[in-house]
């Protein structure tokens, strides 16, 4: 297994490659998504909206190894789902959770949420908490999700399961990974001349990603294996 580098170069490079429509693409990812956070909560906005942050906060939970389109799938599933419990029968709770194979840990996060849990106190990890974050507000300067993808765009190489468990783990890469999209964003933002958030970089370099290397994603587990 070779050593990985990340690196704030990486970022930038990969940026420059990136044609204009997918980084207007990507510009628009984290405000739909906050837009359908809103679409969610199930109340008028008072103060301090904490509809909109539990309803960010179901879906950050439900994120994990999903795409974009299932995450949603499943954030209006746990809605519909907890509203027809606590209208019906809320002694369902656990069965509608156990209804979800593989999903259940998530769902249950979700339906605590939704119970009236601080999502404070519910939405654990840097990156699910960043998502949560990120999708509250795409504009804050410190926001970015760092995900495999991500992981791979500041190492400039795809990277294989087995390398991102070992290499990629713990807050202090996470954080470190994520200081390089910031200084990224600065650069780029200077030489766009205009400014460009964290996020917006991140979500620009992971849209091209992943439409780039989808073909290859199958190989790269394959050999995987061959690497260990």
């Known amino acids: ?128 908490r960043q998502f949560w974050f990120t999708i509250m507000d795409p504009t804050d300067p410190r926001a970015v999700v760092v995900d495999r993808h991500a992981f791979s765009v500041a190492a400039g190489r795809a990277l294989t399961d087995a390398e991102l468990g070992k290499s990629t783990g713990g807050q202090g890469r996470y954080d470190a990974v994520s200081e390089m999209y910031r200084s990224a964003a600065k650069i780029l933002g200077a030489e766009l001349g205009s400014p460009i958030t964290p996020a917006e970089v991140q979500a620009i370099t992971w849209t091209h990603w992943r439409r780039t290397h989808a073909k290859n994603a199958k190989a790269t587990r394959r050999n995987e294996l061959k690497e260990i």
């Open 1 to 128: 297994m070779s050593e990985i580098k990340f690196s704030t170069r990486n970022i930038t490079k990969f940026f420059r490659t990136i044609d204009p429509a997918t980084v207007a693409e990507g510009r628009q990812w984290y405000p739909r998504a906050r837009n359908f956070a809103y679409e969610l909560r199930r109340s008028e906005p008072d103060e301090y909206d904490q509809e909109f942050v539990k309803a960010a906060a179901v879906i950050a939970v439900l994120s994990p190894q999903l795409n974009w389109d299932r995450n949603k799938e499943l954030a209006l599933l746990a809605y519909g789902s907890w509203t027809a419990i606590q209208t019906y029968d809320p002694g369902m709770v656990q069965e509608r959770v156990d209804s979800w194979p593989g999903l259940r840990e998530n769902a249950r996060k979700a339906f605590r949420i939704l119970d009236g849990e601080e999502p404070n106190d519910v939405v654990g990890g840097p990156k699910v």
